[in-house]
């Protein structure tokens, strides 16, 4: 491929991106107060669902406990905080980072041993674990929860540059952290490491046939996924300063893959798309003004979509063009 | 611990063992034979419990006899509904990727719970046992043991006894084994791949129901129930190996004991333990510790 028609794909791909992001740093503007937090929890919601991404559509790993990663960091973000004061953004984020990770760490090295189904039943059960430790133990709080008093500020001297107390800080805060992760993701789909693990989702046995270890690859994938899991806790916990073991049961990461693949597996942007579809539906499908008293069962049409997406469009909202292109051409035979 | 409730202790975990036993073999041969990875098994269970609530008082009115008039019903409806969403859902799942069979079986979750709230409502519920069976009996000086635990011990050794025979002395049984070891291989040998598919989707799904219905007059009727005793089956086919029955039997054994034993001695760290257990078998034998095929 000659190198403009790279730079000139690279614009056309570029350009809603751009797009999207002006319209969500604008959002603040017109948006009312209930629209803006549910928009920074749907942000927060498509972090989490990029951070899985990387082990779902990159590496071909379907993990069914990565809210285990999410809701470790939370804790850890609400279990460090002190009561009374402020903690700094500059120690608490890495930390509840680096905690999610190393539990990463931990399950991925056990977990990795296994494949296909037992992988996706041993990475639920060690969620489930994961929400013993916190509904069973006492130092934090049963089923209860946490409570996190005071949000953290970045203060540099006697200067604050960020109090994540304010609504609009810690909207763009979140947005900021969706872009950072969302370059993060791509620039490591382009990069060696990158194409290591399209090679382990591609044929895993071809890979090791050719001299490659990947066990070492899958497991930075999955403690690079569960860190990234723990930015999204990180800021779930700070926005609504509680957790409690719900984040981490099993329906959260049953919720995050559904998300997936809604927005279609295999790309950022579906993982994207995925999370706003999902929010969109849940806050229908709960809404009175549409459902009247049936509105709390709002699972039982949630669970019928989900079983008509992944029939009928099993390659999520980004594929659907694709999809109906491929179902109107006739198609040629094969060969 | 003395030795009477160190025997009861070994009851109850028998008893829990053997109860695990009878779900998660059902998963084991739905995963081993007809590949699919099933969430909504633990979803048979909650209708089976909540089946023996709904149907003993009605049996008892009909036929008289009550609860196990109810068991007697609940199975054949079981059969029948789990021969009827192998051929209406679970058939369409065959050809799909483990990521779309776990979404989609999800989904029949939310769906099976949300059934169940607006026909059933979200309260728990107790189930009385059959009265000749409700009494207790007398272990050593001090201690009883409630019959009914006893009796549903032994029901639980005959289902999978009983299992045994089917899976090694019948011509079904060999259809399964060599089902479980090579789907592929069985399907040219001309056994009809599909028949037998929806004849081991309806038993599981007839194991699992069965097991919610003697389950209801000792752990009461709840929502959700169906999810805890799912995802501890899970560790039970991963300890015992994805496809082996004995696997299962002795995996849930063992998940019994540490969960009863562990409740009693580290309290604290209950709910952990048996994922504790299954990381160390992992460590040492990812695959299970019997794989068939």
Redesign the interface.
């Known amino acids: 491929m000659p190198a403009d028609a790279v730079t000139t794909s690279l614009a056309a791909r570029a350009t809603p991106l751009l797009a999207a992001v002006a319209l969500l740093a604008i959002f603040p503007f017109v948006g009312g107060k209930f629209y803006i937090d549910l928009m920074v929890t749907t942000m927060i919601l498509a972090i989490f669902a990029l951070s899985l991404e990387l082990l779902?559509g990159r590496t071909g790993l379907?993990s069914?406990g990565h809210a285990a990663f999410f809701g470790i960091a939370a804790y850890a973000t609400a279990l460090l905080s002190p009561q009374a004061s402020a903690p700094s953004l500059a120690w608490l984020l890495p930390a509840a980072v680096v905690i999610s990770a190393l539990a990463a760490l931990g399950i991925g090295a056990?977990?990795l041993?296994?494949r296909?189904?037992?992988f996706?039943?041993?990475t639920?059960?060690?969620a489930?674990?994961a929400y013993?430790?916190f509904?069973?133990?006492?130092f934090a709080g049963g089923s209860d929860g946490r409570y996190l008093y005071v949000k953290p500020v970045l203060a540099l001297g006697p200067y604050t540059l960020l109090d994540l107390d304010r609504p609009l800080t810690f909207y763009y805060s979140t947005l900021a952290a969706m872009v950072a992760v969302y370059a993060l993701l791509a620039m490591l789909g382009r990069s060696r490491f990158g194409h290591a693990l399209a090679g382990i989702k591609a044929n895993e046995q071809r890979m090791r046939a050719a001299g490659f270890s990947t066990y070492p690859y899958k497991l930075a994938a999955f403690v690079l996924a569960g860190a990234l899991a723990g930015v999204a806790g990180f800021l779930y916990a700070v926005k609504d300063g509680f957790v409690n073991p719900e984040i981490l049961a099993?329906h959260q990461s049953?919720t995050v893959?559904?998300m997936l693949?809604l927005g279609g597996?295999g790309s950022l942007r579906g993982a994207v798309l995925g999370a706003f579809l999902f929010v969109v539906l849940k806050e229908l499908f709960q809404s009175e003004a549409v459902f009247g008293s049936f509105a709390k069962?709002w699972?039982?049409p949630?669970?019928?979509?989900?079983?008509a997406c992944?029939?009928l469009m099993?390659n999520g909202v980004t594929g659907l063009p694709a999809q109906l292109r491929r179902s109107r051409v006739p198609v040629p035979h094969a060969g | 611990m003395d030795f009477a409730v160190f025997l009861v202790q070994c009851l109850n975990a028998l008893q829990y063992g053997l109860l695990l036993f009878l779900v998660a073999s059902g998963l084991t041969l739905i995963?081993g034979i007809l590949g699919v990875?099933n969430l909504a098994h633990g979803s048979f269970y909650m209708i089976g419990a909540y089946l023996a609530y709904a149907l003993a008082p009605w049996a008892a009115e009909q036929f008289g006899g009550g609860f196990f008039t109810a068991i007697a019903i609940g199975i054949v409806l079981s059969v029948v509904f789990g021969y009827l969403l192998e051929w209406g859902f679970v058939s369409?799942l065959y050809q799909?990727e483990?990521?779309?069979q776990?979404?989609?079986t999800?989904?029949?979750?939310?769906?099976f719970?949300?059934?169940r709230?607006?026909l059933v409502g979200d309260d728990v519920h107790g189930v009385a046992p059959p009265a000749w069976l409700a009494g207790s009996v007398q272990l050593g000086s001090v201690m009883t043991y409630p019959t009914y635990r006893l009796f549903m011990s032994g029901v639980c050794v005959l289902v999978a006894l009983g299992l045994y025979l089917v899976i090694s002395r019948t011509r079904i049984g060999m259809a399964i084994r060599a089902g479980a070891s090579n789907r592929e291989m069985v399907q040219s040998l001309g056994v009809d791949i599909r028949l037998l598919y929806r004849i081991v989707f309806a038993a599981g799904v007839a194991l699992a129901v069965f097991a919610g219905m003697i389950a209801a007059p000792v752990s009461s009727v709840y929502p959700g129930m169906g999810?805890q005793v799912l995802?501890i089956s899970?560790?039970v086919?991963?300890i015992g190996g994805?496809g082996s029955v004995r696997g299962a039997l002795l995996a849930s054994l063992l998940v019994g004991l540490v969960d009863t034993f562990g409740k009693v001695l580290i309290p604290?760290?209950?709910?952990?333990l048996v994922?504790?257990l299954?990381?160390a078998i992992?460590?040492w034998r990812?695959?299970?510790l019997f794989r068939a095929g």
């Open positions: 779902v379907v069914f056990l977990s041993r296994t296909g189904i037992y996706i039943m041993v639920l059960a060690f489930q674990m013993f430790v509904h069973d133990m006492a099993w049953g893959l559904l693949i597996i069962h699972q039982l949630l669970g019928l979509t989900i079983i992944v029939a099993p | 995963f990875i369409y799909r483990h990521l779309q776990v979404l989609m999800y989904g029949l979750i939310l769906v719970e949300e059934l709230s607006i999810n995802i899970f560790v086919v991963v994805i604290q760290t209950a709910g952990i994922y504790v299954m990381a992992l460590l990812p695959e299970g």
